[in-house]
């Protein structure tokens, strides 16, 4: 399937951003992985720096769906790394977004899938499964619910109320 440009989605639904059903994140995320473009329907996930609930869910069928972390946009810890990557692109997740940081670059440069995040970190999360999996979220200024879909490229990252068409 061809990848959907954003600007040019942004182009032809100018009345989609005005009422909000289309949403344009803000443009401070990082881009990592070998997908520069990936889209898909969003899991949402709410922690702070603790990863125990990210690897929960990306040890489940992704079915080409997007991860969308709220990690708080802490500065202190990575919640995701090179293992949880490669099991993301393993589980068939076409995308991870992350509130916050990651670690492992160079891996998860190496992996199939697309990543975007703040920042990378070198200290690992605690461990203590403490989150909130499908709450609704709000992240690069725009709230995001379960469900919705994320379209991410080169130019920046788009959540949709509903799937996008070619
Ligand atoms: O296990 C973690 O905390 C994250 C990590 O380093 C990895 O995914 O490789």
């Known amino acids: 399937m061809a990848a959907l440009a954003t600007a040019e989605v ?3 639904n100018v009345p989609h951003i ?3 059903d289309l949403r344009v994140l803000h443009p401070t995320f990082q881009i ?11 899991v949402t996930l709410k922690v702070f720096e603790d990863n ?9 069928k ?4 997007v991860l969308v972390i709220d990690g708080g946009g802490s500065m202190r810890c990575a919640l995701v790394g090179g293992n949880l990557a490669q099991l993301a692109q393993t589980m068939g997740w076409a995308g991870i977004v992350v509130n916050g940081c990651i670690r492992d670059v160079d891996e998860i440069n ?7 995040a703040l920042a990378s ?12 999996v499908h709450a609704p979220i709000y992240v690069g200024g725009a709230f995001i619910r379960d469900g919705e879909w ?3 490229d080169s130019d920046g990252i788009l959540v949709s109320k509903s799937e996008l068409s070619v």
Not at 62 to 65: D, I, L, V
């Open 62 to 65: 992704g079915e080409g769906r």
């Open 110 to 116: 190496a992996c199939d899938i697309g990543v975007r």
């Open 121 to 132: 970190h070198p200290l690992k999360s605690n461990k203590k499964r403490v989150g909130e």
């Open 150 to 152: 994320l379209y991410a």
């Open 18 to 20: 005005t009422n909000g």
């Open 32 to 42: 990592y992985g070998q997908c520069r473009a990936f889209s898909g329907p969003i």
């Open 52 to 60: 125990v609930l990210v690897r929960e869910l990306l040890e489940t």
């Open 10 to 12: 942004c182009d032809s």
